[in-house]
T-cell receptor, first 116, second 111 residues
Framework: NAGVMQNPRHLVRRRGQEARLRCSPM?????VYWYRQLPEEGLKFMVY????????ESGMPKERFSAEFPKEGPSILRIQQVVRGDSAAYFC??????????????FGPGTRLTVL | SQQGEEDPQALSIQEGENATMNCSYK?????LQWYRQNSGRGLVHLIL?????REKHSGRLRVTLDTSKKSSSLLITASRAADTASYFC???????????FGKGITLSVRP
């Protein structure tokens, strides 16, 4: 059973370009979360999705950022017109369906975005 | 706002010693999770403790949770050089809600 997969692992973009980050959850996991980590900081929540639904996007910047988790295929985090401040490590996590006490979130290796 | 606050921020110990890391949080939680992150890598899940549990063990790890004090501790016994990493506590307010992370503790284990 493969873990959470993210690609690309490293992504370099120039200011104004678009960045697309992909996440394939663990088999059997229907919940996907995206987090961002700035250097020397903890992770900050961005968005929580289930198949074809955004459940919580309270951590997502209002502009330029969007996320989807289609019925088929990976979850995508899209950043339009990137700026230098978007440079960070972006982590995806997945967990099994709802349980009363919650489940572990399993993290992928991350995508390190560098904006030149 | 930061929910989990770990302390100390950095800890340096000798191999074989025990390492204790603390985490405090502000609001009520459903569960609390501890993660390890090696430099430049992803997060590895260590242990989850539910709000109705007080203590949990996994190998050399022991986690306690005191919901009245809104605090948790992670004890690593008989530390090894390979335990050198950053450790984060993360809280979930609902069963499948987002995790709120602290800034992490940098643990260095000297061989």
């Amino acid at each position: 059973n493969a873990g959470v997969m993210q690609n690309p692992r490293h992504l370099v973009r120039r200011r104004g370009q678009e960045a697309r980050l992909r996440c394939s959850p663990m088999k059997g996991h229907s919940h996907v979360y995206w987090y961002r980590q700035l250097p020397e900081e903890g992770l900050k929540f961005m968005v929580y999705l289930q198949k074809e639904n955004i459940i919580d996007e309270s951590g997502m910047p209002k502009e330029r950022f969007s996320a989807e988790f289609p019925k088929e295929g990976p979850s995508i985090l899209r950043i339009q017109q990137v700026v230098r401040g978007d440079s960070a490590a972006y982590f995806c996590a997945s967990s099994p369906p709802v349980g009363l006490w919650g489940y572990e979130q399993f993290f992928g290796p991350g995508t390190r975005l560098t904006v030149l | 706002s930061q929910q989990g606050e770990e302390d100390p921020q950095a800890l340096s110990i000798q191999e074989g010693e025990n390492a204790t890391m603390n985490c405090s949080y502000k609001t009520s939680i459903n569960n609390l999770q501890w993660y390890r992150q090696n430099s430049g890598r992803g997060l590895v899940h260590l242990i989850l403790i539910r709000s109705n549990e007080r203590e949990k063990h996994s190998g050399r790890l022991r986690v306690t949770l005191d919901t009245s004090k809104k605090s948790s501790s992670l004890l690593i016994t008989a530390s090894r050089a390979a335990d050198t990493a950053s450790y984060f506590c993360a809280t979930a307010s609902g069963a499948n809600s987002k995790l709120t992370f602290g800034k992490g503790i940098t643990l260095s284990v000297r061989p």
